[in-house]
């Protein structure tokens, strides 16, 4: 009859006794099994606790792991970052949100009286990024765009055109703010003609529409 050698306790229980390291083949089920510490985590309770495997895809949520190098998606699922083939990483410099944009043209009816040349309508309680405001006319003009809070106007910014700037851009990149939450909501640009005859006026507005 073989030799049967003997097995060594060298791992303690709750209750201070010796108990076995049960042998485990790579892919077998944890189970109850005790475990000696091997690559051990630290859990937010200060406990030890085995490293989780998670695949790409994933929902993290509620799982302790240890820093990786993984992003979430839009979807807040596990996302593995991808290379170019010549092993860079891609960056984007799009701008984040809706990009929207409108032009128009008026007549001005009367001197020394504010009206709307173009106006973009957006929703309620959205985050708005104002990109640019153009105007332009061959007479005198002061330019305001507003942000229309259900007819409460609000400033974003003004400018002047007229002999030697007939056309004027205005960017606005960091220029942001949240609709309200009740009622007709717009950005509007709006013209006043100073002197000289009457003339037509022409805008565009640019905006990103954050969510």
């Given amino acids: 009859m073989a030799e049967t050698r003997e097995i060594f306790t060298v791992l303690s229980d709750g209750a201070d006794e010796g108990i076995e390291y049960v042998g485990k083949a790579p892919g077998a089920a944890q ?8 690559l ?19 929902d993290p949520s509620g799982v302790d792991a240890i820093p990786a190098l993984s992003f ?3 979807a807040g699922n596990l996302d593995f970052p991808q290379l170019t ?17 409108n032009s128009g043209v008026a007549t001005i009816a009367a001197l020394n009286t504010e009206q709307d040349v173009v106006a973009l309508t ?6 708005i990024s104002v990109s640019q405001a153009m105007g332009g006319a061959f007479q005198p003009v002061v330019w305001v765009l507003y942000h229309d809070d259900n007819s409460s106007l609000n400033e974003i910014a003004r400018f002047v055109t007229g ?14 703010f949240t609709t309200g939450g009740t009622g007709t909501q717009r950005m509007v640009l709006r013209a006043t003609q100073l002197r000289g005859k009457l003339t037509d006026v022409h805008g565009t507005i640019s905006l990103l529409n954050l969510g």
Avoid: C, W, Y
Avoid at 40 to 58: H, K, T
Avoid at 122 to 127: V, Y
């Fill in 40 to 58: 051990p985590a630290v859990d937010s309770s200060g406990n030890l606790q085995n490293i989780p495997l998670r695949q790409e895809g994933d």
């Fill in 163 to 176: 002999p030697g700037d007939f056309q004027h851009t205005a960017n606005m990149d960091n220029i942001t």
């Fill in 122 to 127: 957006l929703g309620n309680n959205e985050s």
């Fill in 85 to 101: 083939a010549d092993g860079k990483i891609p960056v984007s410099l799009d701008a984040a949100g809706t990009a929207a944009s």
């Fill in 31 to 38: 189970s109850t099994d005790e475990q000696a510490p091997v």
């Fill in 72 to 74: 979430k998606d839009s």
